[in-house]
């Protein structure tokens, strides 16, 4: 050891770049220790199966495992609880690092929302047809005092006025206001005066004989 020393002393050109070398190495050292430790390398979780649960449930599970929750999609679905998940990237059951994030695709937590098609002077066949391919359901018919029968003169969604182009929920209860039509007392009218006309015609008839 002290020859090692006297050597360095006597050429300390050599003795710089042997502590630079050393200086270098442990530098390389610290910094993979560091990369290993930020990265997690050689730790592994494996992803929960969370499709099917609601999302409070989801969370807590995949948090549990060291995960990330993030939510990258909703879809709306009446046939399914709000908050439901319905997809999951990655996949489960796969080896992710921990802190990974997981997107969700979930159901969404507000019905969807559907726009108010061109619904007045069409038939009340046919503003129904239109308003159930948009997906709302919930239709009542009502009649009201107009001359044209079958016509739909307006809609109403919890009693305010439904203007075309708005926006409405797709689980709305709307009431179309569909006319009466005049013609079918017109013709009873009718009917009655030629019925009396008909009438005192023949009492005519049988006072002069």
Not at 110 to 134: D, I
Request: charged content about 20%.
């Amino acid at each position: 050891m002290k020859k090692l020393i006297q050597f360095l002393k006597k050429h300390p050109i050599l003795a710089n770049i042997i502590y630079i070398f050393i200086a270098g190495w442990l530098i390389i050292l610290a910094a993979l220790f560091f990369l290993d430790f930020w990265t997690h390398h050689g730790e592994e979780a494996t992803v929960p199966k969370v499709t099917g649960m609601s999302y409070n449930e989801a969370t807590s599970l995949l948090r549990s495992a060291g995960l990330v929750v993030e939510i990258s999609d909703s879809i709306y679905d009446n046939k399914r609880p709000a908050g439901t998940v319905v997809e999951q990237t990655p996949h489960p059951y796969v080896q992710v690092k921990p802190g990974r994030t997981i997107y969700l695709t979930i159901v969404s937590f507000t019905a969807k929302m559907v726009t108010v098609p061109h619904y007045l002077n069409v038939s009340s066949r046919q503003a129904q047809t239109t308003f159930e391919g948009l997906g709302i359901k919930n239709i009542k018919i009502v009649e009201v005092e107009s001359e044209y029968k079958d016509l739909v003169i307006g809609a109403k969604f919890n009693g305010i006025p439904l203007k075309e182009g708005c926006k409405i929920p797709v689980t709305a209860s709307i009431t179309l206001e569909v006319g009466k039509g005049y013609e079918a007392q017109a013709d009873t009218a009718t009917i009655s005066d030629e019925e009396r006309v008909e009438e005192m015609f023949d009492k005519a008839v049988f006072l002069g004989e």
